[in-house]
Nanobody
Framework: QVQLVESGGGLVQTGGSLRLSCAASGRTFSSDYGMGWFRQAPGKEREFVAAISWNGGMLYYADSVKGRFTISRVNANNTVYLQMNTLKPEDTAVYYC????????????????WGQGTQVTVSS
């Protein structure tokens, strides 16, 4: 009913930048949905990275990425972005986009739909 497709991952050196995109589609997807980014490193649990409200007016970030990552969205084309700057080796993970029917999502909101993920690798 809702499809999320991430893109933009890749290999980058420490200090570099990447921009991830998440394209949402599906009969039941609404621009009223809150959106989030999560990541999972090898051998670790999935962790919250950032979230954005339905209108882009409220943003939440994990402490580990504050000041380096920026989440944004363009509702006209159902796309959410994650601009990642000053990347560190510890940012290496599979990054997942997620959608929630909570218009103002936070770390603890239930996310209803998930993408397949895109790999980000930061070399030292």
């Amino acid at each position: 009913q809702v499809q999320l497709v991430e893109s933009g991952g890749g290999l980058v050196q420490t200090g570099g930048s990447l921009r991830l995109s998440c394209a949402a589609s599906g009969r039941t997807f609404s621009s009223d949905y809150g959106m989030g980014w999560f990541r999972q490193a090898p051998g670790k649990e999935r962790e919250f990275v950032a979230a954005i409200s339905w209108n882009g007016g409220m943003l939440y970030y994990a402490d580990s990425v504050k000041g380096r990552f920026t989440i944004s969205r363009v509702n006209a084309n159902n796309t959410v972005y994650l601009q990642m700057n000053t990347l560190k080796p510890e940012d290496t993970a599979v990054y997942y986009c997620a959608a929630t029917m909570n218009r103002y999502p936070t770390t603890y909101s239930p996310y209803n739909y998930w993408g397949q993920g895109t790999q980000v690798t930061v070399s030292s």
